[in-house]
T-cell receptor
Framework: DAGVIQSPRHEVTEMGQEVTLRCKPI?????LFWYRQTMMRGLELLIY????????DSGMPEDRFSAKMPNASFSTLKIQPSEPRDSAVYFC????????????FGPGTRLTVT | KNQVEQSPQSLIILEGKNCTLQ??????????LRWYKQDTGRGPVSLTI?????NTKSNGRYTATLDADTKQSSLHITASQLSDSASYIC????????????FGTGTRLTVIP
C-alpha cells in the first residue's frame, strides 16, 4: 500500500494567490482528515470527512479555507486568498474507523506564503 | 476546559538510556488516548492507542501507560536508539462533541551517541 499521498510536498506562493493542496487517502479508508501544524500551535484538526461528506469543519480558520472530497480517493484543501499567516505544514490523514481510531498520516505539504 | 499538556517540552538523552514522557489531560468524557511519533519532515505515525479500560500497552521498545483516574499517561522508551529522535505527540479523544480530538504540543526527544 502506498499510504496517504499528498501533493505538492512544498508550495511557495505570494500573498493573495490561490493555493490548492491535494490528498489521496489509503484505499478502503472511509474517513479523511486535514490538519495544520505550526511551531506555535502544534497540530490542529481543520476538517473531517466521513464517506466523502464533511462531518466537522469547526477547525477551519475562516472562509478563505475550503475543502472538498468529490470521491473516496481524492480530497482538496483550498486557500483563497492566501496570507503569510497560513504558512504551515498541512497534513492529510485517513482512517477506516472514523476520527476516534488510528489515523494514517501523509507526508505533508509545506506551504510558505510570502 | 479540555486541554492536553505534555512534559518535558524537550529532552536530550544518551543512546541506550531509558526515558519517560508525560501527558496530562483534562479532557472529558474520555474516549481514548494516542501517542504519535513524528520524525522531522514527516507525518505523525501512531505508536499506541488506549481506551479507558487499558492501563498499559507496548509497541516494541515503547510502552504507554494510562491512569484514567488521575488523567495521566506516560510513554516509556527503553534502550533508546538514535532513530528514536523525534517529536512525540499525545492526542486525547472525547466521547462526544463536534471537535473531539485534543492535541498536546509534543515532546522533542533527541538521542545522542
Amino acid at each position: 500500500d502506498a499510504g496517504v499521498i499528498q501533493s505538492p510536498r512544498h508550495e511557495v506562493t505570494e500573498m493573495g494567490q490561490e493555493v490548492t493542496l491535494r490528498c489521496k487517502p489509503i484505499s478502503g479508508h472511509n474517513s479523511l482528515f486535514w490538519y495544520r501544524q505550526t511551531m506555535m500551535r502544534g497540530l490542529e484538526l481543520l476538517i473531517y470527512f466521513n464517506n466523502n461528506v464533511p462531518i466537522d469543519d469547526s477547525g477551519m480558520p475562516e472562509d478563505r479555507f475550503s475543502a472538498k472530497m468529490p470521491n473516496a480517493s481524492f480530497s482538496t484543501l483550498k486557500i483563497q486568498p492566501s496570507e503569510p499567516r497560513d504558512s504551515a505544514v498541512y497534513f492529510c490523514a485517513s482512517s477506516s474507523l472514523g476520527r476516534s481510531y488510528e489515523q494514517y498520516f501523509g507526508p505533508g505539504t509545506r506551504l510558505t506564503v510570502t | 476546559k479540555n486541554q492536553v499538556e505534555q512534559s518535558p517540552q524537550s529532552l536530550i538523552i544518551l543512546e541506550g538510556k531509558n526515558c519517560t514522557l508525560q501527558c496530562n489531560y483534562t479532557v472529558s468524557p474520555f474516549s481514548n488516548l494516542r501517542w504519535y511519533k513524528q520524525d522531522t519532515g514527516r507525518g505523525p505515525v501512531s505508536l499506541t492507542i488506549m481506551t479507558f479500560s487499558e492501563n498499559t500497552k507496548s509497541n516494541g521498545r515503547y510502552t504507554a501507560t494510562l491512569d484514567a483516574d488521575t488523567k495521566q499517561s506516560s510513554l516509556h522508551i527503553t534502550a533508546s536508539q538514535l532513530s528514536d529522535s523525534a517529536s512525540y505527540i499525545c492526542v486525547v479523544s472525547v466521547a462526544t462533541g463536534a471537535n473531539n480530538l485534543f492535541f498536546g504540543t509534543g515532546t522533542r526527544l533527541t538521542v545522542i551517541p
